[in-house]
């Protein structure tokens, strides 16, 4: 499995995952292409929809593979984002210099 002609039974878990993700992004058909095509599609649908319609979304042009390439958060991750927006909503009010 490793190159240098190693012990493959002596790689860590981080270098196993490491290569399988390498190993999964070659085979899925490169994240960055998938990516690149995808934005290039939502432009060109947003481009050529009519005024009243839904805007499109990278989410919906993906589909499953979204999840993929941009990973969900969890819910800490929410939680701290959601506390980051709150905070930033507040520091712009006028007169709030200093107090957050």
Do not use: C, W
């Amino acid at each position: 499995m490793l190159a240098h002609g190693g012990n493959p039974d002596a790689m860590s878990e981080d270098d196993f995952n490491a290569v399988m993700v390498a190993i999964n992004d070659g085979f899925i058909g490169n994240k960055v292409i998938l990516n690149t095509l995808g934005l290039l599609t939502t432009g060109v649908f947003n481009y050529i929809r009519s005024g009243n319609s839904k805007a499109y979304v990278l989410k919906e042009i993906l589909g499953l593979s979204y999840d993929y390439i941009y990973r969900p958060m969890t819910d800490e991750q929410k939680a701290e984002e959601a506390n980051q927006r709150l905070l930033m909503f507040m520091q712009m009010s006028p007169g709030s210099e200093g107090k957050f």
